[in-house]
């Protein structure tokens, strides 16, 4: 009997202490939300996500809505918190027939005046409906101004894992970039997580950029591996002889490429 009620006892100090750890990390949880400046409720802003204020501060360094941005595709759009700051960025400046692009492998809710496809940016079936969608009716096939690529798989807390994951849906929005941005001016915003392999990406965004900046915005949490690769007026790859292949060589290839630029 002693036996038992002593095990029912411990049953009991161990679900008293399983509910205290749980209020602890939820309390973690809340006061990391409440005491966050760029939480969009706390701040009483209508963006679908935090996320906003990134690409908010990118675009203050960077200037990526400009008067003649029209065409603008968004990678990994769900929630939908970057077209919302395209949309806004381009009306202040006067855009009104712009088009915007939402891509993401999940479900999500347009947002007014643009488009959503549902699609994996790792898969080519993607990349054609997107050229599709640029396409006129008369057959000529209109170039893009801005790629904006928010992508990130679900992060599995390995950070290696995390970053070479990141590193295919980059190369992806490269892929796309190559095909569709405009020569001599698109731009591409693309969130990079850092590690080992970020030196090849870096260097083929010197080769397709004329310039690269690399951001860490203030709104992006310090201890997130996260930042954000912004090149800015796309070079015109085909006069310079460059080919897809070309750009996705090795370290040697590509040191090579960017000494006779
Ligand atoms: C950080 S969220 C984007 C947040 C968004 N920029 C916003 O402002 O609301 C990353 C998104 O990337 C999407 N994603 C991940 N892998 C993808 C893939 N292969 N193709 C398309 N979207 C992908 C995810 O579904 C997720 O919605």
Sequence with gaps: MDRILSSKSNVVRARLQFHRQKSNS????????????????????????????????????????????????????????????????LEERGVGDYRILGIDINEAIPYRGCSYIRGDLLKKET??????????????????????????????????????????LCNAAMILAFDSLKNNKGNLVMKVWHGAEEKLLELRMRIMFEKLVRIKPESSRS??????????????????????????GGLQTLETIIDRL
């Design 26 to 89: 939820l309390k973690k949880h809340l006061n990391k939300v409440h005491s966050d400046p760029f939480n969009s409720k706390k701040r009483g802003e209508f963006y679908r996500s935090r996320a906003a204020f990134k690409l908010l501060e990118i675009n203050q360094r960077c200037r990526i809505f400009h008067k003649n941005c029209k065409n603008v595709v968004d990678l990994g759009f769900a929630p939908g918190a970057w077209t919302q700051v395209a949309v806004q960025c």
């Design 127 to 168: 990349h054609e409906r997107i050229k599709e969608f640029f396409r006129k009716d008369n057959g000529v096939q209109e170039q893009v101004d801005l790629i904006i690529s928010d992508m990130m798989v679900n992060c599995t807390g390995h950070d290696h894992y995390d970053h070479l994951g990141s590193m295919e």
């Design 223 to 248: 201890q997130s591996s996260e930042l954000f690769y912004v090149g800015l007026k796309k070079r015109n790859l085909h006069e310079l002889d460059i080919k897809l292949p070309d750009l996705f």
